[in-house]
């Protein structure tokens, strides 16, 4: 497998792919044995794995990582090694499943209040038929519950595992459950259960592609205010990390 180039972001080291590169990658994923796990860093990600050293251990591993936010998108520039542009996990959940549904592939679905993983499971096989969704769990589980929701994933049988209980509660479910899993792609896919489950709406395209969707977020849904303060610390980290390696 071709080793992919990556920009180091504050540490995480994010690959330098576009929408085409991440689902061919995710197709060369699918046929390699053992559990790959896809992750998606924003900038608050970010700035959370720098105080979390163990959220940045788990990002590091991923298999395939790609800018989900467009600040870091903004910060690849800023080092001087761009990043082609957003992959953002929704979008490159969505092409997921169209290319699964082409090839007769199966995934399951793991997070989100319950009721939404069926919800969105029921609109997923109707606009991809070809795929076979084989078991959804609510996201609102106790530690206690893990072992038979293991079980329930594995003996589905589902190839791809589609795990949406926000960040970083998603990504290290996957990173401690990865050694019993026997999915080949675990993915941490944030919201998207609620949209696919038309529960809550995407940025109109507008402000996805004037790379805005965090402004939009913001005027929607206020109370997201605190989180997005990590922007600002974002891009002064960045800003002084690009100028001590430039000294280097
Ligand atoms: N969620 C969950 N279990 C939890 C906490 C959150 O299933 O213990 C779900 C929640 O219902 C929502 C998603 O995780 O569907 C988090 O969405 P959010 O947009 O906050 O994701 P983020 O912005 O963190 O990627």
Do not use: C
């Not at 467009?70 to 092409?95: N, Q, T, W």
């Amino acid at each position: 497998m071709a080793a992919i180039e990556k920009v180091d972001i504050l540490g995480v080291p994010v690959d330098r792919i576009d929408m085409e590169g991440a689902l061919a990658r995710v197709k060369e994923l699918l046929d390699t044995e053992g559990l790959s796990a896809i992750y998606t860093p924003n900038s608050e990600m970010v700035v959370s794995a720098v105080k979390d050293k163990e959220f940045m251990d788990i990002l590091r591993s991923g298999d395939l990582v790609v800018p989900d936010g467009i600040g870091v998108v903004y910060a690849s520039r800023i080092y001087g090694h761009p990043l082609p542009e957003r992959v953002a996990g929704f979008d490159l959940m969505v092409g997921m499943l169209e290319m699964l549904g082409r090839e007769g592939r199966s995934i399951y679905l793991l997070g989100g209040k319950p009721g939404i993983a069926e919800k969105a499971a029921d609109n997923i096989s109707r606009r991809f038929p070809g795929l076979k969704v084989k078991g959804t769990w609510h996201g609102y589980f106790k530690e206690g519950e893990v072992p038979g929701i293991v079980e329930h994933i594995n003996s589905s049988g589902a190839e791809v595992l589609f795990v949406a209980l926000g960040s970083p509660k998603q990504e290290k479910w996957i990173h401690s459950n990865r050694d019993r899993l026997r999915v080949r792609i675990a993915m941490g896919v944030g919201g998207s259960f609620d949209v696919l489950a038309g529960e809550a709406v995407r940025a109109p395209a507008f402000f996805r592609k004037a790379g805005l969707e965090w402004f939009y977020r913001l005027v929607t849904q206020p109370w997201r205010a605190a989180r997005m303060l990590s922007l600002p610390v974002f891009v002064i980290k960045v800003l002084a990390d690009s100028r001590r390696r430039g000294k280097k």
